[in-house]
C-alpha cells in the first residue's frame, strides 16, 4: 500500500515551555522524516489561519481545559490534536473540537510517543479516510454561571474566600460552596489546577470571552 506523500506538514505547537517545545521540535522533524518522509513547518501561535492550515496540531492543556471551548480549533480542517499533559489518565472529551484528540503524557517515554503518533498519522493517510467534523451545536463545553463568573473573577485577582465573600457580600461557606462546585465541573483536584484553568479561560480568545469581559469590567 502506498501512502500519500507531501513536500511540507504543517505542525501548529502551542507550549509555553520552550526548552520542552525546542526538543519536541527536534523529535517531530526526524520522526516524521524517516517515517513518511515529511518536511515540517512549524507554528506557535495559536489563530484561525494557522489552525486551519495545520495538519497536526499540539496543545499544552491543563486539566479540565477540553472541558472548555478553544475557538481557534473551529477553523480545523484536517489533521490530528495532541494534548499534552500530565496525566493522560485523568483526561476526557465530550462531542467537541477535541472529540478524537490523543492524550500523550509529558512523561511518556519517546518510544510510546512514536507508536502513538506513527499509528494516528498512518491512519489519516489510509484512502477513503475522512475527518468527521462536529459543529457548535454538537458541542457540550462547560460554561460559568453568572455567579461563578464573579467569584472566579476574583479568585483570578489574587483574593481569599473571605475576601470574596466581603465583595459579594455573602459567606464564606457560600464562596467556598461556590468553589467546590467549579473543581467538580472541571474535575480539578487542586487550587493550583484551578487557579490554572482560570488564567487559560482568561486568556482565551472567545469574543466574548464573559469572564475576561467581566475582569475588565471590575478593574474598570
Known amino acids: ?22 526538543g519536541l521540535q527536534y523529535f517531530l522533524v526526524d ?4 517515517n513518511f518522509r515529511h518536511h515540517i513547518h512549524f507554528d506557535t501561535e495559536l489563530t484561525y489561519d494557522s489552525v486551519s492550515a495545520a495538519d ?11 472541558l472548555t471551548c478553544v475557538p481557534e480549533l473551529k477553523a480545523r480542517k484536517k489533521g490530528i490534536v495532541i494534548g499534552l ?26 518510544g510510546q510517543v512514536s507508536e502513538m503518533l506513527f499509528i494516528a498519522w498512518y491512519r489519516t493517510q489510509l484512502p477513503g479516510y475522512r475527518w468527521q467534523h462536529n459543529g457548535c451545536f454538537e458541542c457540550q463545553h462547560k460554561i460559568l454561571s453568572p455567579q461563578q463568573i464573579r467569584v472566579t473573577v476574583n479568585f483570578y485577582r489574587g483574593f481569599s474566600v473571605g ?16 468553589k467546590y462546585l467549579l473543581m467538580q465541573k472541571f ?16 486568556e482565551k480568545n472567545a469574543y466574548p470571552n464573559k469572564l475576561r469581559d467581566h475582569l475588565i469590567g471590575f478593574d474598570g
Open 1 to 22: 500500500m502506498q501512502m500519500l506523500v507531501i513536500d511540507m506538514l504543517n505542525i501548529l505547537i502551542k507550549e509555553p515551555d520552550s526548552f520542552f517545545k525546542n
Open 31 to 34: 520522526f516524521f522524516l524517516h
Open 56 to 66: 497536526i496540531i499540539i496543545l499544552a492543556l491543563c486539566p479540565g481545559e477540553t
Open 85 to 110: 499533559v500530565d496525566d493522560e489518565r485523568r483526561f476526557s472529551a465530550f462531542t467537541s473540537c477535541f472529540q478524537d484528540i490523543i492524550f500523550i503524557s509529558r512523561r511518556a517515554p519517546l
Open 163 to 178: 475576601q470574596i465573600a466581603d465583595v459579594l457580600r455573602t459567606s464564606d461557606k457560600t464562596i467556598f460552596t461556590h
Open 187 to 202: 474535575d480539578l483536584r487542586s487550587d493550583y489546577e484551578l487557579m490554572a484553568l482560570i488564567h487559560r479561560m482568561v
